[in-house]
């Protein structure tokens, strides 16, 4: 996931995903400060047995979790009321 452009062509082994989470590829969807709608690109890179390699690509858009009169607390979204 999200290799250097220099291991593609010897191979990125480690970059494996199951090593690697998207905050290490700059995908931050926990900070406070990411804006709603913010959008990545993650790049994964698949090799064969001969060294073969393809990659693709996916789009990650930060959205909002709950409806507008909600926040987000604990894994799940709440309502709270205005006292």
């Known amino acids: 996931m999200c290799p250097p452009d220099g291991c593609l062509a010897t191979g990125c082994v480690n970059h494996r995903v199951s090593d690697k989470q998207p905050l290490a590829c700059g995908v931050d969807t926990v900070s406070p400060s990411v804006a709603i709608g ?46």
């Open 38 to 83: 913010t959008t990545y690109v993650l790049t994964y890179v698949v090799y064969n047995s001969a060294g073969l390699s393809t990659t693709v690509q996916r789009v990650i858009t930060v959205v909002m979790p709950c409806a507008a009169s909600q926040f987000f607390c604990e894994g799940k979204c709440s309502n709270v009321s205005a006292h």
